[in-house]
């Protein structure tokens, strides 16, 4: 018989509530059923930065819910061992990433699984045993039923999600104008029309855009609209 992951009715619909509040993945530690190690109870989540593609745990933070745990006597192979995190798309096939990052993190554990979680209910589950050789066993995924769990509490989830879950926005990266104005004339009309000063060139370190200004044409100007104002003597 094939080896199962088994989450608790509890645990599975707090993966999926998570999931659905957003197209971005979110990421999560499997919290098992002691003596049942690929039995989670609940899912813990850490602070995080996540994108469509992304998720990245605040590792104090980790560290943080670490020590929590250990204060209730759990030991590390009860909520430390299973990565738990969720794709936006229709595929659950890990990414290179995914693989980078399982083997970084868990790769000195004795056993740790990955598990994802895709919008289209796609499931992967992998057992990676620490052997002289590596060894992966795909799981099968299902719910177990035959042990205690607690009622859906989704307005706590919620709050959760908006504490711990940051989106990541990338930087917007702003290129000066390409305009390599050489010309006395263009470089003119380009500071009467406002678009930037000489000063301005030599603070942000462009200045050698103006070099040899004999050798300046219209063409040279990147801004069509402008380069045909100047031609038509309106700039």
Known sequence: MKPELLFTPYAWKKLVYLRDLSDNEVGALGV??????????????????VSWVSVAFDMDNVSDLYADMSEKNRPMEEFARVWIHTHPGSSATPSGTDENTFMTNYGTCNWSVMFILAKSGATTACLRLKTP???????????????????????????????????????????????VTKSANVRDAYE???????EDLWEDGSADWWANPEDMSYEDVED???????KDGKA
């Open 32 to 49: 098992s059923v002691p003596g049942k190690p690929l039995v989670i109870a609940d899912l813990l989540v850490p602070k995080q930065l």
């Open 133 to 179: 050789q590596k060894l992966d066993i795909q799981l099968g995924v299902g719910i177990d039923w035959t042990v205690p769990f607690d009622a859906t509490d989704e307005v706590e989830w919620k709050s959760h999600y908006a504490q711990s879950i940051s989106v990541y926005v990338p930087p917007v990266i702003v290129k000066p104008t390409t305009c």
């Open 192 to 198: 009467d029309a406002g678009i930037f000063t000489a």
């Open 224 to 230: 069509e609209l402008f380069q045909q104002e100047l």
